[in-house]
């Protein structure tokens, strides 16, 4: 299958190294993978802080990119909610009728990277190894917007060598939430600080999500709380080999 990547502009611009793990993990399963370069952001931040006409010119320019293609993959899970979930609403709010139709055509061909592999490309083991133990964190957008459920757990499962440990009160929010994180400080701290001591309870080495502004947050503070895991996307772990004969390390 012949598969467009959508970066997201924070992957891009800060965490490279998340889009080449999805590069990696699809091309080793035998996909192409193809990178539209003038691509831009999707308009989130834009449309979550009420401007909504900059994020609606956002949204063209991101269906110009990628209606060409029959799938569409972002390890993003905002990213890709606000696509499929906001894109016609937001049209329809600017008065764009070609837009809506746009982003009723698109929106089922853009996949977070769990719904890609496991709904799409029907697959739960992608041949990676991370010996280590991981805790997963269902970012609030993974898990009320687009409801991956367990379809990362599922991959998680499936990587030869880690020790997958539950994490308590797994669905609270980590207190990103965006721009909620500067206009609401004290509460974010307070939120992330309970998050931290729940990943520093289950005794994983690694926390991971399909959100690396989440993680961003979680690492940011763990780090300054000398919490002694680390933070690590998705596509990262089911990228890995390490540990297995040959494998990078």
Not at 24 to 53: D, K
Not at 71 to 76: D, I, R
Not at 95 to 106: F, I, K, Q, W, Y
Not at 221 to 228: I, K, P
Request: glycine share 8%.
């Amino acid at each position: 299958m012949r598969i467009a990547l959508f970066v997201t502009c924070v992957n891009d611009a800060v965490f490279p190294e998340t889009g080449r793990a999805v590069v990696t993990i699809l091309e080793r399963l035998g996909h192409e993978v193809v990178f539209p370069p003038e691509q831009t952001c999707c308009g989130q931040m834009h449309l979550n802080s009420g401007y909504r006409r900059e994020a609606a010119a956002l949204a063209r320019r991101f269906v110009g990119q990628f209606d060409r293609y029959d799938a569409v993959v972002a390890p993003s899970a905002s990213c890709v909610a606000t696509i499929v979930d906001s894109y016609e609403h937001l049209a329809l709010d600017v008065g764009d009728t070609a837009l809506a139709e746009a982003a009723r055509s698109v929106a089922p061909r853009v996949h977070e990277l769990s719904q890609l592999l496991v709904d799409v490309l029907g697959v739960t083991d992608v041949g990676a190894s991370f010996p280590h133990r991981v805790t997963y964190h269902p970012t609030c957008h993974s898990l009320r917007a687009l409801r991956v459920g367990d379809r990362p757990l599922e991959l998680l499962r499936h990587v030869r060598g880690l020790t997958l440990v539950p994490l308590a009160d797994s669905t609270s929010c980590c207190g990103f939430g965006g721009t909620f994180a500067v206009k609401n400080a004290d509460t974010s701290v307070a939120m992330v600080a309970d998050k931290i001591a729940r990943i520093s309870e289950s005794g994983a080495e690694v926390c991971c999500a399909a959100d690396n502004s989440c993680l961003a947050h979680i690492g940011g503070a763990g780090a300054r709380l000398r919490s002694g895991f680390r933070v690590m996307h998705l596509a990262e772990i089911l990228a890995s080999t390490a540990g297995a004969p040959g494998g990078a390390r």
